[in-house]
Each structure stands twice: as C-alpha cells, then as structure tokens.
C-alpha cells in the first residue's frame, strides 16, 4: 500500500506530493464519525472543517504519513490548531497563503511551496529532486487538459453521468494518484452516453461539493451542470504554466494563486473581481442560471454573496443560493428549492 | 448625524475635563482623542484610509493620513446603540446573520451611507479573514484603490522580509494617493513616540497586575486593540502617561482596597460593545478584571534605522493572530503574571479567529488549573441577548471561584 500524505485545502500542490513519493489524500468531510470537533475548536465552524476534524477524532482515516495545511482561512488554520491535539503523532506542515495576489506574494508563496516540497522528501527520506517534481507537474498538466476537455464538452451539451464521471476522475486525483486519474479522464472524454434534451443548464459555484452522487441528483432534478468552480472540481485540478517561469514553485505559485482562485484569495486590483469571474464563467458556459452552494458559517464566500448576487442581477442571470454543509446528506433537503429554480429558468 | 456624535463628544469631554483640571482622568482624555479622531475621520478635510485591525497606523499617521480600522466603528455604532439599523440594512443585502457583527454593522453603514468615504483602503490579512473580505467590500462599495498586506502566520525570517517589502510598497502607495512623500523626519518623530507609549504601555499593565489591582472593570476595557490607533502621536503618549499617572494614583491613595477585590480575572479577546450591566456585576460581586488578553507588549522597540522590519516584527507578534500553541502560551503567561483566579471567554458569535479555538483554550487554562467560563453572546449585536441566561451564568461562575 502507497504511504498517503493528508490535506485538506486546493491550495495544496498534488505534484509535490506525488514527486517526493507519497499518494495524496485528500481528506473529505464526510464520515459517519460522530460530532465532536466543536468541543474543540467551536460549533459555528465552517462544517468542512469540523467534518475532517470528526474523522480525525474519531480515526476515521487511513494511515498517513503526514498532514499538510494551508492557512488559507481562519477555520482552516483552526483545524491545523486541533489537529495538533487531535492526532499529536502526525507530522504537520502548514504553509502560509498570501491572501492578494501580486509579485512579493508569488515570491513568498513560492519559498513557501519549495518549503513544502523539502519537507515531503524528508519525510520520504528521499532526495530533494526537482527533476521528479518537473515530471509529476507534466503529469498533472496532462490531466489538467484532459479535465478541460470534459468540461468544455459538459458546456455545450448534456451527457447523462458525464458530470458524476468528472468528479469520480478528480475525487482519483485527489485521493489517489494522479496516474489513475489520468487513464480515467482519457476513457472518458468521449461520453458514453448521448445527447438528452431538456435540462436546464445551469452553472454552479462554491466551497466543495464532491460527491459524485451529487451530480446524479442534479440530473434527476432537471439541471445541466454546464461548469463548476469548487475546490473540489476545477479548481483543484489547477493547470501548472511552466512556461513563464523557469523556477517550478514560482510557477507553481503563480498558478494555483491567479487561476480561478477561491473567494478568499483577491485581486486587489480589481476587487470583487470574483463576481464577475462567476458572470463570466457562467455565459462562457452557456447556463442559463447560476445555484451558489456555500458552507454554513464559511466567512470568504457570505461576504462575497452580495456582491455576486449584484453582478449576476446586473445581467439578468437567475440566481439560486444554498447554504449548507455541501453533503450529499444536506442535499436532499434542496430539491423543492433546485426544481423550481429550473423550473423557472426553462429550456 | 456621525460627525455631530463626536462634535458632541469632544465638546462635552472638554467641558467635565475643564471643570476638573488638577484630576487626572485618564479614560476621558482617552475618549476624548477617539472623538476627535472619528470627527476627524467625518470632517471630509482628511486624507481617509479605513483598514484592517493590524495596519500600522503610527506610519500612516505620519504621512498625514488619517486611518483607523473598521471594527471601532462597528464598536461605536453597538455602544452608542444605533447599529441594529445598520445590521438590518446589511442582512437585507444578504450579508449572512452568521457573520461577525463588528463587520455587519460596519458594512450596513456602507450601504447606508453613514461611514466617510475613504481616499483609499488598507486591508490587512490578519487577525481575520472576515475582516479582510469587509475591506474587499470596501473598495468595491467605494470603487476606491486597495492596499493589502499580508501579514503572516509564523515568525520567521522569510515572513518578516515579505511583510517588510510590502510596507515598502505600501508607502509608495499611500504617496501616489497623498502626492506627499514619506518624511523620513516625521517617521522617525511617530516611531519615537510609539516607543514612549510602548514603553508607559508596559508600564501601566506591570501596575495593574499589583495585588490588589488598580484597576478597575472599565478602565482598561479594550484598551490593547484601540490604543495603537494614537501610539504614534504625543497625544497617545500623553494619553498613556495618564492611565500610567492614574494607577499610581489609585495604588498610593489604596482606591481598590484588599477587601474590595476578591475575584481576579482574564478577559479574552474584545469586550462587549453595547451597554450590558455585566461590570457592575462583577464589582458587586468582588471580582476584578485585571488582564484582557489584548492589553500586552508583545513588539520589541521600533527601530528608527529599521522602520519597515520593525513595523513588520510587530505585526507579526501578536499571539491572538498566530497559531492556536502561540496564542494559549501567551494567555497561559498572563495567567500567572497577573495571578487569576479564572478567565471570562465571550465566545463572540461569528469569530472563527477569535472563537474558533474555544476548546483548545479551555484545555490550555484547564493544564495551568485555571478555570473558565465560556459565554456564548454576540459582543455585537444585542438583538438576541439572552440576559438572564448570562447574568445566571456568570453569578454561578463567580460563586464557585469564591
């Protein structure tokens, strides 16, 4: 069995991971682990959060060789906190996310990712190699390609299971290897199934939402997912721009900083910019409505809701917005909501 | 209506100071600056930068900007009880009523437009990220240029550079927006100043840790936080030798005799905004808060040769924005050096910096045998007070520490 490495935020390169010999795990908040995260850190936290944590507690994970974390938002430099008390024997590294993107983060973040590829090979007792890091980002690019193709195909048409298949390939990714992914995406980028009429295309947006089940429900509720920004879909299979950059880690940084970033992270040239990326995202996709899932209690993203809310009234696209803990669990409880949203929207 | 509050204000302040001029009445000159620095903020006349909580306002000040950070707004507008208008406003936008009320408030003065509007924005990335998403709304609401420094986490070499070199940037910033160039004379006059009151700072909480304290449940009240808005000015210094003046005074003259204090106590993190009796209940039931965890020295003096590293230092330092080990060690030694009986820990309603480590603080004063009493209120927002529930809470807590 291949030695795992955990994490929790999309912020967390794959590459390094995979180059320093480890399998990422990527950890998802769902188990049937009982609550307790609260008595640690507290109960209005973000339900990902205390979900990983639960499991935790609980030991409700596989073995693992070290956990990364990425102080990407107050609740998840919480959870690196707990994990301290939670799990004392694992190895902790946790990696400081520049907040506003600009030329001294890019430097900061990228010493910060070469930090953490330095730790990983020790934790391997493996060389330092820049040369397997090179490879592992090739690799991941060419998954990268293969998952925008799907997607583009997702955005013209609806493919029954074609969604649901998408993210069984990423959830691989993220939970496996990088290999395996890869040989799934290249099976599926022709779909199995045909063209249907009548769904509604709709783009969604959020936290995470990782269960490929998910998807199958949507269908059943009359939506066409024509694109998605998690950090469970696209955004975590961030393309790696080697081309600009000679320094790996600064390309690396420049990447996973500019490329669709989660509603934490900002242009502070342009602010509220993530308003109209979701505008933009959903025309270049052809929806017809926008449905914004966020986690209860998730600060980055309820700040930002109004300003999304405004743009897409700006041009007239339909919004839906649900709040929960981005379960398949919770999920069931948005149907009446999710069908007449569709409903509204037509075909 | 904001300006005529703090016209109003200073002139009252004015009046009782001058009716008294041999008292030292350190909390009024003090309340006295903060009015004539929110009217400044309403004057229009100003250079205006609203930032994050950590931005260093003792180097802004001295490029002639004035600034402060938006949660004293949200502070004020709770205190003086006007903010429930202005949350309604912000929830009707469709900012979430799970969010930190400090921010809520502020951010339906926004869309109300009772907050100044400002020149430019300086955001910082700790201690919250709440808060830094506020600031965001900010320069989108007022289509104004923003600044951001990431501050980070961890004290080390690499952070204290980064931060450096964006305070750097930050200077070049603030100049293109002022047309004023940063005056290395008037720096160096602001940091010479934050060192004095860094100084009488440390000075002041070694008195209030004498036993009995001289301190009082108000005196000190969020004095840490809101202080470093004045730090780089004489009026701060002077400000700082009052409290500093009034202590001694209060320790020579026995003002908190030995059977009056019987309970000491910690307060974590900010105390409650609105009026709320709880410090008149704790002085008739004998106990004293003699440390908030935010009324600490936690920087090395600023270097005049240095200034960006030192700011930079500084921003880093503070324990309430490091990593939960960091933090807890701190309020650990504030335990001991101020000799507590127990810590009040107002798990203050949609702080996911502050409050999100309830457990593992109640584990760290529970290792030193400290009790404490978590209170879930909103520090706020009172629209959802549940006021006996908390008096009953507190009295049960007071009673098995005495």
Redo the contacts between chains.
């Keep these: 069995m291949s030695k795992k490495i955990g994490f929790t935020c999309a912020y967390t390169p794959v590459p390094l991971i995979e180059a320093a010999g480890f399998s990422p795990f990527r950890i998802f908040p769902e188990s049937k682990a009982p609550d307790q995260a609260?008595?640690?850190?507290?109960d209005?936290?973000?339900p990902h959060v205390k979900k990983v944590l639960d499991r935790a507690l609980e030991d409700d994970l596989p073995e693992l060789e070290g956990m990364v974390f990425i102080?990407s938002?107050?609740?998840m430099?919480?959870l690196?906190?707990?994990w301290?008390?939670a799990r004392p024997d694992d190895p902790i590294v946790?990696l400081?996310l520049?907040?506003?993107i600009n030329s001294?983060?890019l430097?900061?973040l990228s010493?910060e990712y070469k930090r953490l590829a330095k730790i990983l090979f020790k934790w391997n007792s493996e060389p330092f190699s820049i040369k397997k890091i090179k490879n592992e980002v090739a690799k991941w690019n060419l998954l990268a390609a293969s998952v925008k193709k799907i997607e583009d195909t997702m955005s013209k048409d609806f493919f029954p299971g074609y969604a649901s298949g998408l993210q069984q390939i990423i959830n691989t990714a993220a939970t496996d290897s990088t290999d395996k992914a890869l040989l799934m995406a290249q099976n599926k980028i022709d779909p199995e199934k045909p063209v249907k009429d009548g769904q509604s295309p709709v783009f969604v947006f959020g936290n995470l939402l990782f269960d490929p089940k998910v998807y199958d429900l949507f269908e059943e509720w009359n939506v066409h997912v024509t694109a998605s920004d998690f950090c469970t879909t696209s955004r975590f299979v961030t393309p790696v721009d080697t081309a600009t950059d000679d320094n790996i880690f600064r390309a690396l940084a420049s990447s996973y900083m500019e490329q669709t970033p989660c509603?934490?992270t900002?242009d502070?040239a342009k602010?509220?910019d993530i308003a109209q990326k979701i505008v933009q995202r959903a025309k270049e996709s052809n929806a017809r409505g926008v449905i914004g899932f966020t986690l209860?209690?998730c600060?980055?993203y309820?700040?930002?809701?109004?300003?999304i809310?405004q743009a897409l009234q700006k041009e007239s696209i339909p919004f839906l917005m649900l709040?929960g803990d981005c379960t398949m669990g919770s999920m069931g409880q948005q149907q009446t909501r999710i069908e007449a949203f569709t409903e509204m929207l037509g075909v | 209506m904001m300006y005529d509050h703090f016209d109003n204000a200073v002139k009252g302040i004015t009046d009782k100071l001058n009716q008294d001029p041999e008292g030292i009445n350190a909390r009024k000159k003090y309340v006295l600056e903060l009015s004539r620095l929110g009217k400044k903020l309403y004057s229009k006349d100003e250079n205006i930068a609203w930032c994050g909580v950590t931005a260093p306002f003792d180097l802004l000040g001295s490029m002639g900007v004035t600034s402060c950070f938006v949660e004293f707004v949200g502070a004020m507008l709770s205190s003086t009880q006007t903010a429930d208008y202005f949350f309604e406003e912000a929830e009707d936008?469709?900012?979430?009523t799970?969010?930190?009320a400090y921010?809520r408030a502020v951010m339906g003065a926004v869309l109300k437009n009772a907050m100044p509007r400002p020149d430019f924005i300086i955001?910082t990335?700790s201690p919250?990220?709440?808060g830094?998403?506020?600031m965001?709304?900010f320069?989108?609401q007022y289509k104004k240029d923003?600044?951001?420094l990431?501050v980070?986490?961890?004290y080390t070499q690499?952070?204290i550079k980064?931060l450096s070199?964006?305070l750097e940037?930050m200077v070049r910033f603030v100049s293109d927006h002022t047309k004023r160039p940063l005056s290395k004379q008037k720096l160096g006059i602001a940091l010479e100043n934050f060192n004095a009151s860094s100084q009488l700072l440390k000075e002041i909480y070694d008195l209030a840790k004498t036993k009995p304290s001289p301190v009082d449940n108000n005196i000190l009240k969020d004095f840490g936080t809101v202080i470093t808005l004045l730090m780089g000015t004489q009026e701060g210094v002077d400000i700082c030798q009052a409290f500093k003046d009034e202590l001694n005074h209060r320790i020579k003259t026995s003002f908190n005799h030995a059977s009056k204090e019987k309970i000491r106590l910690m307060w974590i993190q900010n105390r409650i905004q609105y009026p709320f009796p709880i410090n008149e209940m704790l002085d008739d039931l004998g106990a004293v808060i003699v440390v908030d965890e935010l009324n600490d020295v936690t920087w090395e003096p600023m270097d005049p040769d240095k200034p960006f590293e030192s700011i930079a230092k500084r921003m880093i330092s503070i324990p309430f924005s490091m990593?939960?080990?960091e933090r807890i060690k701190h309020l650990q030694d504030l335990a001991v050096a101020y000799r507590i009986d127990g810590a009040i820990n107002p798990?203050h309603?949609?702080c996911?910096?502050g409050?999100?480590?309830?457990?593992?603080i109640s584990?760290g004063f529970k290792d030193i045998n400290v009790p404490v009493l978590n209170l879930e209120i909103d520090c706020v927002d009172s629209r959802n007070l549940a006021k006996g529930q908390i008096e009953t809470r507190v009295e049960a807590f007071l009673e098995m520490l005495s």
Excluded at chain 1, 38 to 42: I, Y
Excluded at chain 2, 93 to 96: L, Q, T, V
Excluded at chain 2, 355 to 360: A, H, K, N, Q, Y
Aim: negative net charge; contains cysteine; hydrophobic residues 35%.
């Design positions: 609260g008595h640690l850190l507290h209005n936290l973000c102080n938002c107050d609740s430099r919480r690196a906190d707990a301290h008390e946790l400081d520049p907040s506003g001294l983060s430097d900061f010493k509603a934490r900002m502070t602010p509220g209860k209690f600060d980055p309820l700040a930002r809701i109004p300003m809310r709040e | 936008s469709g900012f979430a799970d969010s930190c921010h955001g990335s919250c990220t709440a830094l998403a506020v965001e709304n320069a989108h923003f600044f951001l990431n980070p986490q961890n690499d952070a980064y070199a964006q940037e990593d939960a080990s798990c309603w949609g996911r910096q409050t999100g480590i309830r457990g593992l584990k």
